[in-house]
């Protein structure tokens, strides 16, 4: 995937590095999170167009390339890896979130040049990994120093702008019990058994979290703000044996402002009470938690910001007339836009084009959506960066 991005912007000349991710830097850096596979074969692309003389605002552009598993793939209705367009849908894995924002990033700048113009600030695309788990392609990005006056993030947002997203820790729980045979199962503790019982107490951490929405600015008629997601589990070693071991993952979200590291100790501190309070579970040895994705702070974007109103006059011309203004809502979900905002003060917009199913079976994105959301992001670059005649023959038209 990165091979073919970094093959597209050499072809329209931007200047194209690959950046590793720096393993080294987990743990030393506060915007890295906890990684459970290795980066050998993942890297963040970097595409950079510098004018010759540079005046106006700079931009990010950046959109992710990593994918979430399909589901089962018989419950497509097209296959998941095969591109379907019917009729205003695009379907596929991935389509919606998000490979249609990074073609819309890369295909405004093409409007531009083909408009016969030249973005006089400095522009550079991020296609990075691992957003889908723990944000370190875009920490990457930013530890190695690309910043600019604004990042805008084209990811699936039904064509309205991310007000506020929120913090999220990845978490692993192992629980073991203790094996018997069914001849025995007096002497055995199920590890299956008290895992349950312990997922059922998370939920009221998750009530308890939620409940402090109603302080939170921007929060407070979000449903489910903490959204406790149980994303994997498994256990057991035998059909005919108690279980000694299960293992379950997910993650949980908080506000913006709050420290992650401190919600990863209360997180911590609920799991070993509610263990030692449960009657099956203070049976089994102290329930093991690990950090196994993003751990990660919110953000809000402030109201009044000069990129939101470029953006809500770039929204509106790139709808009808009579279409409704820019919308902002919150997203209660992990953005890589946090990584720009939180640890670099950039104003960071998400918004990007319609899209259902992301992350689900049947994804599919909105083409006349993903049509007026690259106006949009062309205008708003050509307004934010400033534009001049361009000195070179623009490239032909890929649009
Ligand atoms: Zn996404």
């Not at 938690?289 to 993003?294: A, P």
Request: charged share 20%; net charge negative.
């Amino acid at each position: 995937m990165q091979e073919l991005v970094a093959a597209a912007l050499q072809e329209r000349g931007y200047t194209v590095e690959r950046q590793p991710i720096d393993q080294a830097l987990i743990g030393r850096h506060p915007a890295f999170s906890p990684a459970t596979i290795g980066y050998d074969n993942s890297w963040n692309v970097i595409g950079l167009h510098k004018p010759t003389s540079a005046h106006g605002r700079s931009l990010i552009l950046n959109a992710h390339v990593d994918i979430v598993p399909t589901g089962a793939q018989e419950r497509w209705q097209y296959p998941p890896f095969e591109p379907t367009r019917r009729g205003e849908w695009l379907y596929g894995r991935g389509s919606g979130d998000m490979k249609a924002g990074l073609s819309a990033a890369i295909f405004a700048l093409d409007a531009i040049r083909a408009a016969g113009l030249e973005l006089t600030a400095p522009v550079q695309i991020h296609s990075v990994v691992e957003e889908e788990i723990t944000g370190n392609g875009a920490a990457m990005a930013l530890a190695g120093g690309y910043v600019a006056d604004a990042v805008l993030i084209p990811e699936p947002t039904d064509e309205k702008l991310v007000r506020a997203n929120s913090g999220v820790i990845k978490f692993a729980i192992a629980v073991h019990g203790t094996p018997a045979h069914p001849r025995e199962v007096s002497g055995g503790v199920s590890a299956v058994q008290a895992a349950m019982q312990l997922l059922s107490h998370l939920r009221r951490l998750e009530d308890r979290w939620n409940e402090e929405r109603t302080a939170q600015p921007f929060f407070d008629e979000v449903e489910n703000p903490a959204a406790l997601t149980i994303g994997t589990i498994s256990g057991g070693e035998w059909i005919a044996s108690v279980p000694s071991c299960c293992r379950f993952e997910g993650r949980i979200g908080f506000y913006p402002g709050d420290d992650p590291q401190e919600r990863v100790k209360e997180f911590e501190a609920f799991v070993a009470k509610a263990a030692a309070e449960d009657p099956l579970v203070q049976r089994c040895p102290e329930p093991i938690v690990e950090w196994v994705g993003v751990t990660h702070a919110g953000y809000i974007l402030p109201p009044g910001s000069d990129a939101e109103a470029l953006l809500a006059e770039a929204h509106a011309s790139a709808n009808s007339p009579d279409s409704p203004p820019l919308q902002a809502y919150v997203m209660a979900c992990y953005l890589d836009a946090a990584v720009y905002s939180v640890h670099a003060g950039i104003p960071a917009l998400v918004y990007g084009p319609v899209a259902e199913n992301i992350h689900a079976i049947n994804e599919r994105v909105s083409l006349p959506s993903l049509r007026r959301v690259t106006k949009a992001i062309a205008l708003f670059a050509a307004g934010w960066c400033g534009v001049r005649p361009a000195i070179k023959k623009p490239p032909a038209s890929r649009v």
